[in-house]
């Protein structure tokens, strides 16, 4: 009797799962598809208003002469051997110094990052990647070769032909999933941990199935499964919804603080007009739903987590519950008026916020390699 109960608890815990992953599927595909239509309406009625706009857009030939500001550091390229793919960054700082490595989000570049690389170049060498399929990195076609592993190491690849053996790592949008990571897989190479408008990825796996509007705020996360459907959305009337993604009144940069100049909008335009960069960037969110639940969460380096109060696409009480995830010491700080994209709409109080969370502990000395 005991071992038929037994096997009776077995099969129930079965079913169990299974309900439970068909829910989650059922889930992601069934919102996807409501995604693509209300997508697909939205390019009816572009067509009504403008037919001959609609189906326009360009690649810009030249990049405006902000991408070649010598200010910022320079150019540099590294095609790591087990990989086989190049990756483009731009460095500033004595070489030698410690690191400070910086990772952007999506639809952004190495640019993201630039009053960051100004800022921390006295005292750190500083690079800002172009990740993977961005910029004038290398553009896999296969989405399998933005799997998270692969985005994780690209980062271990990258610190350790700069000759380095640990950073201080700096991951904001996507560019913070990667690095919140790399900090779990790789807890002896990171310093310390600063992380901009991104909650630890579990912490927005529990929240998002548990709260309906935040599941709505990430419906681009289930669009952009579609195939090619998407690069076409985005592509449309000349880039018009990257266009406002970046400037509008309730998504866009600089609603409290810096506003994005036609320069920078260009800057931005101009990378993600090249052939096949925008099914680079949309490919990270091709594999996020295989890649999670994650095995290991827990986070042994500093922390410290800032968050754009008025953050468009995430809700600010997940920012708290990364607490859980993290054995180190812990620095919370949410902006007031900052928005999804907080280094470049407030770049001063972000990197004053920055300085102090370093020069805490064990202080400067602790980077060195």
Not at 7 to 22: E, F, K, M, T
Not at 107 to 130: N, T
Not at 139 to 162: A, F, G, M, N, R
Request: proline share 5%.
């Amino acid at each position: 009797m005991a071992r038929v109960l037994h096997n009776l608890l077995l099969c129930l815990l079965s079913l169990a799962l299974r309900i439970r992953v068909w829910g989650y599927w059922s889930l992601v595909y069934g919102y996807c598809a409501l995604c693509a239509t209300a997508a697909l309406m939205k390019l009816c009625w572009n067509i009504v208003l403008r037919p001959t706009a609609t189906f326009q857009w360009g690649v810009r030939e030249t990049p405006p002469a902000c991408l070649n500001d010598t200010s910022l550091g320079t150019h540099c390229y590294v095609r790591i051997k087990e990989s086989g793919l190049r990756f483009h960054y731009v460095a500033a700082g004595e070489r030698g110094k410690p690191l400070m490595l910086f990772l952007h989000g999506f639809p952004e570049f190495w640019f993201s990052w630039r009053y960051q690389l100004r800022e921390f170049k006295s005292e750190f060498r500083v690079v800002a990647v172009d990740m993977r399929g961005y910029g004038e990195s290398d553009l896999p076609l296969s989405p399998e070769s933005y799997h998270l592993d692969c985005l994780v190491t690209d980062v271990k690849d990258i610190v350790e032909y700069l000759g380095y053996s640990r950073c201080c790592l700096v991951g904001h949008d996507w560019g913070g999933t990667i690095a919140w990571l790399f900090a779990i897989h790789y807890p002896e190479m990171v310093t310390k941990l600063i992380v901009l408008n991104c909650p630890h990825p579990s912490v927005f796996t529990d929240y998002a199935l548990r709260h309906p509007s935040q599941l709505l705020k990430s419906s681009h996360f289930f669009f952009f499964q579609l195939p090619r459907f998407p690069e076409l959305m985005l592509s449309i009337n000349d880039f018009k919804a990257l266009k406002s993604l970046f400037t509008s009144r309730s998504t866009g940069i600089g609603r409290k603080g810096r506003w994005l100049t036609a320069e920078d909008l260009e800057a931005y335009l101009y990378a993600l007009s090249q052939p096949g960069a925008l099914t680079g960037a949309l490919n990270y969110y091709r594999n996020v739903f295989s890649s999670l639940p994650l095995s290991h969460k827990h986070v042994r380096s500093p922390v410290l987590l800032l968050w754009g109060e008025r953050d468009a696409f995430l809700e600010q009480e997940m920012a708290e519950a990364c607490r859980l995830y993290i054995r180190n010491h812990f620095r919370l700080n949410i902006i007031s008026g900052a928005s999804h994209w907080l280094q470049q709409d407030q770049p001063d109080i972000v990197n004053t916020l920055i300085w102090t969370f370093l020069k805490e502990g064990e202080g400067r000395k602790s980077y060195r390699n």
